[in-house]
């Protein structure tokens, strides 16, 4: 059974950083493209970052050059690292695994920014 666990959310003042972390079970982790995902109250989710198997990053406009993606695939975890955070950042944060056939989500944390 497939399985992502994210933890790391919370609340952060403007301008301060998280770290979001999904372990996997379930999956060969290694040749799977990982991302992370964001749903803002009335908003569509929308993807934040994804890095491939290979390492190949991408990023949403938004976000570039504050968060980066990363991955350790001997702990099966995928990270996202959150620098300058912003209000308009505030939203659930949703792991994500590319199964090509389907696609796998966490339960997703909160991610709340004051001003």
């Known amino acids: 059974q497939v399985q992502l666990v994210e933890s790391g959310g919370g609340l952060v003042q403007a301008g301060g950083s998280l770290r979001l972390s999904c372990a996997a079970s379930?999956?060969?982790?290694?040749?799977?493209?990982m991302g992370w995902y964001r749903q803002a109250p009335g908003k569509q989710r929308e993807l934040v970052a994804r890095?491939?198997?290979?390492?190949?990053?991408n990023y949403a406009d938004s976000v570039k050059g504050r968060f980066t993606i990363s991955r350790d695939d001997a702990k099966n975890t995928v990270y996202l690292q959150m620098n300058g955070l912003k209000p308009e950042d505030t939203a659930v944060y949703y792991c994500?695994?590319?199964?090509?056939?389907?696609?796998?989500w966490g339960q997703g944390t909160q991610v709340t920014v004051s001003s």
């Open positions: 890095i491939t198997s290979v390492g190949t990053t």
């Open positions: 994500n695994a590319d199964l090509v056939s389907r696609q796998v």
């Open positions: 379930g999956i060969i982790f290694s040749i799977r493209t």
